[in-house]
Each structure stands twice: as structure tokens, then as C-alpha cells.
């Protein structure tokens, strides 16, 4: 029909709770986007999917709403922007794509039965991406009919709230497809950053770092869940919210990560706190950081000064966001 809309330029394949925020992120930078359930199912079984996944939308776009993020008349306008298709109707909606998320449970059989039917559906131009936690993509690109035009993509939950997004490519992934992914997701507020096919991506390889070591002080009594919680909310978590982890080594200098690891490994766990030959070898040329004009960032010809300000206006902000920032006494204690 010609007054029939186009159909959605995105497509979220998996329509559990990855392929839910991904239709709500799109949504919410005013895109329409297919919700699409690759499995045949009964009527009655794609009526209860399609009902729980309505739901979940609705009410995580009415949460916002309740916080004052968005005016509570705008939630229906955006849940409009989601449309539910059914592996029926999955062909038609893959072919309209430009870009594809690929969601479906994170085993290699899924991902291969997924990527069957994208290779037969989806366009030669579109970009197929995988959000898969687990799975490196040099595995799934052998999947893929055309995988110069392939990805992962791991977005971080909620997926329409955390704006960084992690590009993982293999090494023959399109430049150009590279650089049209991070465009599409910039353009959606999104914050691309690329790493390579490595396990854990960047996020989750760090965080499973702090998450364990978090859970083995309580185990031997260093300190309670509730001490450590406080300690990295408001002093490692706000500091590196102001100072990236590579930014902050910099800052503080090489030789301090050098020396702290040193005595960790000594003292607590060799394996776990030994420092990894990099910061050996940039103590070694004299690498130190900001303090000597190099480390991992370059800093010649910056001005030190205007950068120091800037980081204490970065931090000040974070403590200002946390009620944390005290205005200075007026009077003298006694």
C-alpha cells in the first residue's frame, strides 16, 4: 500500500531482555525498530512473548518517566517505535535493515541457526552485529555469509541507559563498516568504543577483576560488603568516573602502579598483583606519565596546568553529583 510506513532501518534479532533495551534505546532517538522472534512458535506462545516484551518496554520507559527523564505522555509514543515481528514476518523485516543486532541465547548452535537465516534474508549493504557476552567474534565470522560487513557489538544493561557500547572487530572487518557502525551509534547518543577480539571485552574484563577481589575481602574479613561498597562508590568509582583507569595511571604516575604492585604481590597474591611487563618497561625508559611528559598518553606542548584544572573540575562535579562537596567553614573552630 503507498501509505503503508517503510519498514524499520534497525532490526534487534532475540527478543529477551538484550533485544528489549536495544528496541528501547533505538526508540527513544526516535527510530522504529523491529523486535524480532526468529523462533516459530504457536499463536498463542508468540502472543505471550509479545505481551511480556510490550510489558518489560512499557515499564522501563515509565520508570524513566517516574524519575522525571522523560514526560509520562511520551512513554506510549515511544513504545509506538517498537514493533514486535514474528519469524513469520522476519524475513521482510530483515531485508528493510540497515543494521542488525544479533541477541539469541549465547551458545554457538543459536548463534549459527540466527545467522543462517540472516545470511539468507538480510541485504549484501547491511551490517550484522552480534551482542554476544561470551563469544569471540574471529568464532562468528565464519558463520557469516559476508563477514567484512560483521561485528560484536556488547552493550552494557541497561542497554538504553549505559551509553557506552563495545565494538569488537575481526581482522577482516570493513573499515568502512567500522566507521558506519560507530556513526549509526553516535547518532542514537550511544558512546562506541573499539577493542579486539580478546575475551571480556574491555568492561567486563576489568570489572570481573574488582568484582572478585571485592568478594574475596569480604572472605577473609578485610571488610564488610557495606564498607566496600562506600569505599568504591565514592572513592575508586568516582575518581575513575573523573579520570579514565589509562588516564589516572598517567596522573599519578607509572612508577606508583610500579611500586604499589610490587608490594601487593609481595604481600597478598604474586599472580593476581604482579604488574604486567608494560609498566616495567616504561618505568625503565623513564615513561612515567604526565610528570615526565609521557606514559601512555603523549603530553608534549599540552599545557599541565589547564589539564590539572580540568581534572578537578571533572572531579569536583562527580562529588557535587554525589553531595559530597562541602562549602568551606566561615569561622574558625576552636
Known amino acids: 500500500m503507498a501509505n503503508e510506513p517503510a519498514p524499520p532501518r534497525f532490526a534487534a534479532v532475540g527478543a529477551g531482555r538484550m533485544g528489549r533495551g536495544i528496541a528501547i534505546a533505538f526508540a527513544y532517538a526516535g527510530h522504529r525498530i523491529a523486535l524480532v522472534d526468529l523462533r516459530q512458535r504457536s499463536d498463542a506462545a508468540w502472543q505471550r512473548l509479545r505481551d511480556e516484551a510490550r510489558a518489560e518496554i512499557d515499564a522501563s520507559l515509565s520508570g ?37 543486532f544479533e541477541g539469541v541465547p549465547e551458545t554457538l548452535e543459536a548463534k549459527r541457526e540466527a545467522f543462517e537465516q540472516l545470511n539468507r534474508h538480510c541485504r549484501d549493504d547491511a551490517i550484522l552485529t552480534s551482542t554476544t557476552s561470551s563469544i569471540l567474534v574471529t568464532q562468528l565470522a565464519a558463520f557469516v555469509r559476508l563477514p567484512e560487513r560483521f561485528l560484536n557489538m556488547h552493550w552494557l544493561n541497561p542497554a538504553y541507559v549505559i551509553p557506552v557500547v563495545e565494538l569488537s572487530c575481526h581482522p577482516g572487518t570493513d ?20 577493542c579486539g577480539a580478546s575475551p571480556g571485552y574491555i568492561v ?12 574475596r575481602m569480604i572472605e577473609e574479613g578485610a571488610a564488610t560488603a557495606e564498607e566496600i561498597d562506600k569505599a568504591t562508590r565514592y572513592g575508586l568509582g568516582l575518581r575513575f568516573a573523573a579520570l579514565g583507569v589509562v588516564e589516572f595511571i598517567d596522573f599519578g604516575g607509572c612508577d606508583i602502579l610500579h611500586h604499589a604492585s610490587r608490594e601487593m604481590s609481595a604481600s597478598l597474591d604474586k599472580g593476581r598483583y604482579t604488574a604486567p611487563a608494560i609498566v616495567g618497561r616504561m618505568v625503565e625508559q623513564g615513561r612515567l606519565g604526565l610528570k615526565t611528559g609521557s606514559g601512555f598518553y603523549d603530553y608534549e606542548g599540552r599545557d599541565v596546568a589547564a589539564y590539572r584544572r580540568d581534572v578537578l573540575s571533572r572531579t569536583l562535579g562527580e562529588l557535587r553529583h554525589a553531595g559530597l562537596w562541602r562549602a568551606p567553614a566561615d569561622e574558625t573552630q576552636p
Do not use: S
Not at 573499515?175 to 573499539?194: F, H, N, Q
Not at 567486563?204 to 568478594?215: G, I, K, S, T, W
Open 175 to 194: 573499515a568502512a563498516v567500522l566507521a558506519r557502525t560507530k556513526a549509526l551509534m553516535e547518532a542514537i547518543g550511544k558512546l562506541p568504543v573499539v
Open 64 to 100: 524513566l518517566a517516574q524519575l522525571g527523564v522523560i514526560d509520562a505522555d511520551q512513554v506510549a509514543r515511544i513504545a509506538a517505535r517498537v514493533e514486535f515481528v514474528d519469524a513469520a514476518a522476519a524475513p521482510h523485516a530483515l531485508a528493510a535493515a540497515d543494521l542488525v
Open 204 to 215: 567486563p574484563r576489568l570489572q570481573a577483576l574488582v568484582m572478585n577481589e571485592a568478594a
